[in-house]
Structure formats: C-alpha cells, structure tokens
C-alpha cells in the first residue's frame, strides 16, 4: 500500500471517529441529516441549490461502488415510501404500514378499495421497471412512457393503460385547460423532440439533470395525455431521468402542506408561465433524498469499506463539533 493511501485511510478512519463520537453523544432524532442540512442549507436561489446538488452527488459518488446490501436495503425502504407517498398525493387510502403490508406481503387490507390495492403494487413493478433501465442504459422514449403507464393502470383501466387519451378532460381545482385529445399525438412528439434535444451533447446550453427531470415531470402533467396516471407517470418519469444521471430516488411528500406545495407550483407554472418555484421544489427533493443515501452509507463497519466516502467527510468536517 503507497504511502499516500495509508494516509488517507488514516484521514478517513480519523473522520469517521470523529462522526461516530458525535453520534454517540447527541440526543438529536436525525443527527447527520441536522449536520447536512447546517453544510447545505435552505436556499431559493437556483444556481445555489445546484450547486449545493453537484456537490452532494460528489458525496454520493465518493461512496461507490456502494455496498450491495446497504443499497439493497435502503432501495426496499424507499421504494415502498415512494409509492406510498405518489399514491397517496392522488387520493389512495393505504397508509405506509398497509402499503408495505400489500407489497411485501400480498395482504389484503380489510375496508379498502381493490383500486388501492392495484395502484400500490402497480407503482412498485413501475419502480422495479426504471431499474431495469437504468441498469441496461435504456433511453427514455414514447414506448417507455407508455409502457409504465400500461403498468401503472394494469388491472385497473385495461380500455386505456398504454394509450394516449381519447377524450378531453378536465383537472379538478385546477384553472389549467387540458389540450385538446386530438393534440394530444402531436404535443407529444413535441415532448420528446424537447428531451431528445436537450439530452443532445451538441446542444446550445447544456441543461442541468434536476431542471430537465422537472421540465419532463411539468411538461407531461401539462399535457396530460392519460385519462388517469398523469401525475404517477410524470414522477416517474423525472425519477428515470434523475436515476440516470446518478442521482437518487427522489419522493415528493403527500403530508398536507408538502402536496400543497407540490399543487401550487404546478399551478403557478400553468398560470404564470413562471417554472422557478418548481424547479427548486424538485431539487429540495433531490437534495432530501441525497441526506437519506448518505445516512444510510456513511456509518459502514466494513473493513474494505474504510476508504470510501472521501469527499463527504471532507465536508463534513466543516460542520462536525
């Protein structure tokens, strides 16, 4: 071994004692998530939070390959919270015990809907889907869309899973006016005409991974080419893109005032034509599900492990006591 990796898997062992002390000794509920949030505060300026983004996925980067088995755990986790949370932001009635109940079980939950049922072990095969994309390098592209729509409403909407609507319709509470049907092909040729080009290395400006993940999760709920799955399908769609560029699974939260949060930036994008407030919903997002992967990696007994995580307890010396 060099003399420089010695020195660095001493830095490193040093680092992580030091994380672990602070562990021991505060009361705190989340105390690395606290230390995180102090090295990348709340901002609403955009440039910053992407900053603050890059930054973290270099934390995140410093830690691969990851551990199979922290990885494997953590994604269980996050894919029963994921499709509970964009569930529950349409109107489904499982809570997160019956969610996971349904999933890892096959229980079925006394009162509730056989639609409920669907909806969350539809999302979970959708969720299994990206992965497999991920992991082959697949592109996104029509057929991909439609076929996580066609997963989506499996069991539920056979007339209409996999097909562009065939009817207007119309978004409760919302002042936004759906596309006509008959546009609906066109609008989205032009949606991936946009992701197509963008995605381009010969394009004009290059478009960071969150703002394109949001403009594809926007511009589809804009169209709204389904009859039902818009909203599942946009998110899932922006966590393909997200995944893809090595970022993590990223959940929007159905609690009251996150939905509502959620809805009106949507609704203001539709109305003032004004992306901002989205754009940097979506990357506190991100930035939460950075503070969930590094929670989970960062404290790793491991002996082949010690040498992992460079970059993120560089950092994170800068805020540990």
Partial sequence: ????????????????????????????????????QQLYPDTSERAVLLAQLDDLKQCLDSFRPFHPQQVENLLEALT?????????????????????????HGLTIGGKPLKDHLEATNHHQAIGFLQRLVKQKEPLTERILLEIHAIILN????????????????????????????KVPEL???????????KSTKAKSQWHPVELASAMHLRLVTIH???DGNGRC?????????????????????NPRERNAYYDALEQSHSQDNHDDFTLLI??????????????????????????????????QEVLP
């Fill in 1 to 36: 071994m060099s003399v420089e990796r010695v020195l660095l898997k001493e830095e490193l062992t040093a680092l992580r004692e030091k994380l672990n002390q602070h562990l021991r000794q505060t009361n705190e509920p989340n105390p690395l998530q606290s230390l995180l």
């Fill in 283 to 316: 990357g506190r997002c991100v930035k939460e599900g950075f503070f969930r992967y590094l929670d989970t990696l960062a404290i790793n007994g491991e002996p082949s492990e010690e040498e992992k995580g460079r970059h993120f307890f560089r950092r994170l």
């Fill in 80 to 104: 029963v919270k994921y499709t509970y949370e964009s569930n529950r932001i349409e109107g489904n009635s499982l809570t997160l015990s019956e969610t996971r109940q349904v999933l890892d």
């Fill in 188 to 198: 989205m040729e032009d949606y991936f005409s946009f992701y197509t080009k963008t």
């Fill in 225 to 227: 080419p389904f009859i």
């Fill in 155 to 182: 069991g539920i909407d056979r007339e209409n899973a996999g097909f562009y609507r065939r009817m207007n319709v119309h978004i409760a509470g919302s002042i936004h006016i759906c596309p006509n049907h008959l």
């Fill in 234 to 254: 946009a998110r899932l769609i922006m966590n393909l893109i997200l995944m893809q560029n090595g970022f993590p699974i990223t959940i929007i939260s159905a």
